[in-house]
Nanobody, 124 residues
Framework: QVHLVESGGGSVQAGGSLRLSCAFSGSPSSDYLMGWFRQAPGKEREGVATIRTASDSPVYGDSAKGRFTISLDHAKKTVYLQMNNLKTEDTAMYYC?????????????????WGQGTQVTVSS
């Protein structure tokens, strides 16, 4: 079992920054993915970024490239999502997830464990 707890969401004006944190306990295997996903009202959940624990290799969704950075602190068992230059379209509930996948690493189907989410609201 993996338990995930997100924090760091809030309200910010467009152009601002937020850092999300996800503290996790347990691990499904020695090499797994820690991902950030988001879901806006009326939309499907989409992959924002993910990082592989064995190599710290990140993968970003198109919406995150150039603005967001995912990182992993192994000692603290915490994954971060630094979000800069936020836009109103980034408004969503952000979820942390853990899973194991060898391909399509931003597909929600590859993640077995999910946190409760943290709300991010960006105003113009």
């Amino acid at each position: 079992q993996v338990h995930l707890v997100e924090s760091g969401g809030g309200s910010v004006q467009a152009g601002g920054s937020l850092r999300l944190s996800c503290a996790f306990s347990g691990s499904p295997s020695s090499d797994y993915l820690m991902g950030w996903f988001r879901q806006a009202p009326g939309k499907e959940r989409e992959g924002v970024a993910t990082i592989r624990t064995a190599s710290d290799s990140p993968v970003y969704g198109d919406s995150a490239k150039g603005r967001f950075t995912i990182s992993l602190d192994h000692a603290k068992k915490t994954v971060y999502l630094q979000m800069n230059n936020l836009k109103t379209e980034d408004t969503a509930m952000y979820y942390c997830a853990a899973g194991k996948s060898d391909s399509d690493v931003l597909n929600v189907l590859g993640y077995a464990y999910w946190g409760q989410g943290t709300q991010v609201t960006v105003s113009s």
